[in-house]
């Protein structure tokens, strides 16, 4: 895939290879990795909620472990992913949460349906031209002072396919990202506040990573 991003090229590589090494990406995961930023920011992200909050997991994998640990702390969540295969996985996984094969760019997410919306190491499969957008509708289907917590990219790239994705010999997968400064300004633009950022070294499965992670308020931190 070379020159202009294709929507639906970009969607059915990452579909594609997401369907294949779903199995694969869940036995990596499924231990649990110390330190794991999510156990730092997940708990932000909760304690700007209600309880028994409603909460979208865009982009959601195979639910383990952050559909599967909201779901235990008594949180409604709903699950979205474009791969059908990591649907399946998560129904499996995680039966007290409800999940829907969906592409993010294209999903209807409601208006004020949710308290928070987590979308955790999921956006850089989708072409960053669509990030206003989305962002936007992420800001219309959070409730007035609803949350958002994101595990996004950090780096400018403006998206290249990568062989043996993730280390999955034959599998190809499809990145892209903004850096830091630019995500921050579209995040705010689409009308969520930025309460806090940091760039996080994890020791992930897969390798040593570095990802922005984000959380920002619907309507004003205070809101
Ligand atoms: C690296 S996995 C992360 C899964 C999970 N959020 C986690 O933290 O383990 C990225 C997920 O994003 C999904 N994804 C990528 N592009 C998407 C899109 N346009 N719509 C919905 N899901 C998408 C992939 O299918 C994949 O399951």
Redesign the pocket.
Known sequence: MTGEVDHDEV?AV??AG?DRIADG?LAA?QSRRAPDPRDEWVPKLLARLPERARIL?????AGVP?ARDLVEGGHEVVG????PR?IELARAHVPGATFMV????RVELGTAAFDGIVA???LT??PRGEYPQLFARFTTALRPGGCFLGAVGRSDSDGFEERDFLGFVGTDGWTNSHDRDTMLAIVGAAGLTVVEHALVDEATPFGPERWLWILAVAGGPSA
Do not use: E, N, P
């Not at 979205?80 to 791969?83: A, H, K, Q, R, W």
């Not at 969906?102 to 760019?105: E, H, Q």
């Open positions: 969607v990452v579909r997401y990406f995961v997991d865009a982009g959601c994998g952050t979205v992913d474009v791969s990591q969906g592409d993010l760019s955790l190491y999921s499969h989708v």
